[in-house]
Nanobody, 115 residues
Framework: QVQPVESGGGLVQAGGSLRLSCAAS????????MGWYRQAPGKQRELVAR???????SYDSSVQGRFTISRDNAKNTLYLEMNNLNLEDTAVYYC?????????WGQGTQVTVSS
C-alpha cells in the first residue's frame, strides 16, 4: 500500500470540530514534510497545512488559528485537528508529502459542514 489512508471525516455543524488521521507507509512518511490538502466542489486542490519531519508547521491563512497539524513519526501517522469549522471548510481532505507526490494521492476523507 503506497497511498496514504485518510479517516475521520464526517458531517458536523458549523462551529464544531473534527480530527482527521492519515496512515502513511514508512517510505512515504519517514523524513518527509507532510501536508493536508483539501478540494472543495468545483475548486482546485489546495494545501491547508504542512509539517516538517521535526515538527515545524505552517498554515494557509484561511485555517490559521483554527486547524492544528501534528504527526507521530513512530506510527507514520499525520493528524489534523479542526476547530470552529465553517461552511467553507466543506471539502475532501487528503494527505500527501509537501510538495505533493503524484502517485501518493489517496481517496481522501469527506468533511461536510452544515449550517
Amino acid at each position: 500500500q503506497v497511498q496514504p489512508v485518510e479517516s475521520g471525516g464526517g458531517l458536523v455543524q458549523a462551529g464544531g470540530s473534527l480530527r482527521l488521521s492519515c496512515a502513511a507507509s514508512r517510505n512515504v512518511f519517514s523524513g518527509s514534510t507532510m501536508g493536508w490538502y483539501r478540494q472543495a466542489p468545483g475548486k482546485q486542490r489546495e494545501l491547508v497545512a504542512r509539517i516538517t519531519w521535526h515538527g515545524m508547521t505552517s498554515y494557509d491563512s484561511s485555517v490559521q488559528g483554527r486547524f492544528t497539524i501534528s504527526r507521530d513519526n513512530a506510527k507514520n501517522t499525520l493528524y489534523l485537528e479542526m476547530n470552529n469549522l465553517n461552511l467553507e471548510d466543506t471539502a475532501v481532505y487528503y494527505c500527501n508529502t509537501a510538495p505533493p507526490t503524484r502517485i501518493f494521492w489517496g481517496q481522501g476523507t469527506q468533511v461536510t459542514v452544515s449550517s
